[in-house]
Nanobody, 127 residues
């Protein structure tokens, strides 16, 4: 089993940037596809970005395309989400997730595909 912990959230003005990190520990010798999701209280969890276990394949929600970049450093067991041009509607708790993947280029965009989740980090964008 892998454990995930996010960091890097905070309060930022609209138009600003933040970089989220997700550190993995435990069974990190297994290969995981990973993703970022966000949730506002009272709303369903929303897909943000996903990346394959090798890092070469990514996908984004339309609402963040061109502003957010997902990446990973497998040597450091860390996932990143670079967020630029932030908007107030990006305010949410951001969680990283992992799923064991035997396919090198496959990514997953449904939250139900991910068995492992971090507790989340709050991102607040003020107008």
């Amino acid at each position: 089993q892998v454990q995930l912990v996010e960091s890097g959230g905070g309060l930022v003005q609209a138009g600003g940037s933040l970089r989220l990190s997700c550190a993995a520990s435990g069974r990190t010798e297994r290969s995981y596809a990973m993703g970022w999701f966000r949730q506002v209280p009272g709303n369903a969890r929303e897909f943000v970005a996903a990346i394959s276990r090798g890092g070469g394949t990514t996908d984004y929600a339309d609402s963040v395309k061109g502003r957010f970049t997902i990446s990973r450093d497998n040597a450091k067991n860390t996932l990143y989400l670079e967020m630029n041009s932030l908007k107030p509607e990006d305010t949410a708790v951001y969680c990283c997730a992992a799923v064991v993947s035997i396919l090198y280029h496959t990514y997953y965009i449904r939250s139900s595909d991910y068995p492992y989740w971090g507790p989340g980090t709050q991102v607040t964008v003020s107008s």
